[in-house]
């Protein structure tokens, strides 16, 4: 018995959702954005397969990241957002830094100088995010000067978006706006060509003018809509996680009696209870404690009691005839029924990219799909 769960991963979805964005964006580039392990699946068997399909980049965040895929075999340009201390790592890796502060650019300028050669990065511009990113002229204007000498050589033009995932997209708008008016002072003097992206999965879907020279989906890879309140037709995306328990133990009781900790579920029948080899340890928080559903047989059935560290308990009374070993969906479909990571992340009050990346990456992965 495997304690946690197991997190099937498609990589044939995963193939069909990046086909998706080529489609919806006229063939342009593609940035896939494997960072935090692809979100959960898997960085380096989803990248494989994403480089098989002609992903003209790949995204994470730190270069430790990047390293990983590096060793894996992967040779496609790695673009690396936030990492601001390891210099020697973009060289010696051949990694593309993203550019967000003077500092940085005065470090990897002193690098590229000592060892004589030049470095590609990206820049990014803080046009409303709040987060990180060159927001004010005089930084531009420095930043200008430090890569003159063309040894910090400036390939591509980044920003990102606030709020491109609500129907209102004004403020997206702004930023697009801002974006463009930006990019002249970056650009100006010449910086020969250079890939100017912003578009995320939100974007992608709903703001056709931010796809630019290029795109970065994250989300809707793996099979979900970004978009509050709206998505594309159920059949478009499909989600590539399947995530499965087994019955650890089952056992009957008596009407009134307790499952748990605190005695937060009383029994209102005489009650099968099955106990499944998972818990908060495992990325399925007490949030849920008495507020899921998951599949046995088929059926919803709901949690029973506080979740704990190493178990859980449902109660799957109505279920009929079970055993100790059946499979458990909390994440997929089973039979004619589904659970998606939207549906458990609106128990929780939190987004799919959280339940996506906290259960897949406790869970034991498994891969399926053409070449394997």
Avoid at 340 to 345: D, F, N, V
């Amino acid at each position: 018995m495997h304690r946690g769960a197991i997190a099937e991963i498609d990589l044939d979805a995963i193939a069909h959702n990046f086909s998706l964005v080529r489609e919806m964006t006229g063939n342009r580039p593609v940035i896939a954005v494997v960072k935090a392990d692809a979100y959960g699946h898997g960085a380096v068997e989803v990248s494989k397969r994403l480089v098989e399909k002609g992903v003209s980049c790949l995204a994470v965040a730190f270069t430790e990241e990047g390293i990983a895929l590096r060793e894996s075999g992967i040779s496609s340009p790695i673009l690396v957002f936030f990492d601001t201390g390891a210099t020697a790592d973009f060289f010696e890796h051949h990694l593309i830094p993203v550019l967000h502060d003077l500092e940085t650019a005065r470090r990897l300028y002193g690098e590229s100088l000592r060892r004589g050669r030049s470095l590609d990065v990206h820049v990014k511009l803080d046009t409303g995010l709040g987060r990180i990113g060159f927001y004010d002229d005089r930084e531009l204007e420095t930043l200008n000067v430090i890569t003159a000498s063309g040894l910090l050589r400036i390939v591509g033009l980044m920003s990102h978006f606030s709020e491109a995932d609500i129907a209102d997209t004004a403020y997206a708008k702004a930023q697009l706006t801002m974006f463009h008016a930006m990019k002249e002072k970056v650009l100006q003097g010449g910086k020969g060509t250079v890939m100017c992206h912003i578009a995320n999965s939100a974007a992608i879907m709903s703001l056709r003018e931010a796809h630019l020279d290029a795109v970065r989906p994250g989300l809707m890879l793996y099979g979900y809509s970004p978009l509050t309140g709206a998505s594309l037709r159920p059949s478009s995306l499909k989600p590539s996680m399947r995530v499965t328990t087994q019955i650890l133990s089952l056992k009957r009781f008596r009407k009134g009696m307790s499952v748990s900790y605190g005695r937060t579920f009383i029994t209102r029948r005489e009650s099968l209870i099955a106990v499944l080899p998972l818990g908060y340890a495992d990325g399925i928080g007490r949030v849920f404690s008495n507020n899921l559903e998951v599949l046995v047989k088929g059926k919803r059935v709901p949690v029973a009691g506080r979740i704990c560290m190493d178990l859980t308990m449902v109660d799957i009374t109505e279920v009929g005839e079970v055993a100790v070993g059946d499979e458990v969906v909390l994440i997929g479909k089973q039979g004619d029924e589904e659970i998606s990571a939207g549906e458990l992340a609106e128990k929780a009050g939190t987004i799919n990219y959280e339940i996506l990346t906290t259960i897949g990456m406790r869970s034991r992965r498994v891969y399926r799909g053409q070449g394997l």
